[in-house]
């Protein structure tokens, strides 16, 4: 696919998973597309667990449902309604999890670029998930980015250190299909806004738009 489908065709996914196991030379592409992301300083602060074990899959699938009742709980109305029909996770369907860990000791204690923000690792990081989901796009494949869950649960559960904190819990899998419209869309619980919506021009609030040839 061109770069701009690849763009419009992502998409996170949960019902679509089929389980049938990964290639080891595409998983490999997978990383390292992940690898080449940009990073503050060249520090490449991320880490990756692969986490294939049923008991393991299991225990964080259990792990998010309970956090998915913690967040009904707090929903009324049309609300809850919408979300009890959103699935929120593949875990156990993907049957493989990838979890992106943020190290910001990596690099060494001053950090090219770090000084003034010192969330730009953590940026980082996100720009190497978002390799990751494109390269997958590209390859056919599925991911879902799972957010239900404690962080000191997820670094408990693969054994992260304390300074290491687990950005993102990546379902990553071949799936039936991709859904031409994303399920928060489908299911009614939000829409993308227009470019227009949230660009300006010079300073914040003046609305701007992009000119024409």
Known sequence: MELYDVINRRRDTRREFTGEPL?????????????CAPSVGMSQPWDFVLVRSPAALSAFADHVALERDTFAATLSGERAETFSRIKVEGIRESRLGIVVGYDPTRGGPRVLGRHAIADAGLYSVVCAIQNLWLAATAEGLGVGWVS????????????????????AW???????????????????????????SVLHEERYGVSASVPTA
């Open 170 to 196: 990546l379902c990553v899998g071949a799936v039936s299909e991709l859904p031409d419209v994303p399920d928060l869309e489908r299911y009614g619980w939000r829409h993308r806004s227009p470019l227009a």
């Open 23 to 35: 290639a080891a030379e595409v998983l490999e592409r997978l990383l390292s597309a992940a690898h």
């Open 148 to 167: 239900f869950y404690r962080e000191e649960f997820l670094r408990d559960l693969v054994g992260m250190p304390e300074h290491v904190r687990p950005v």
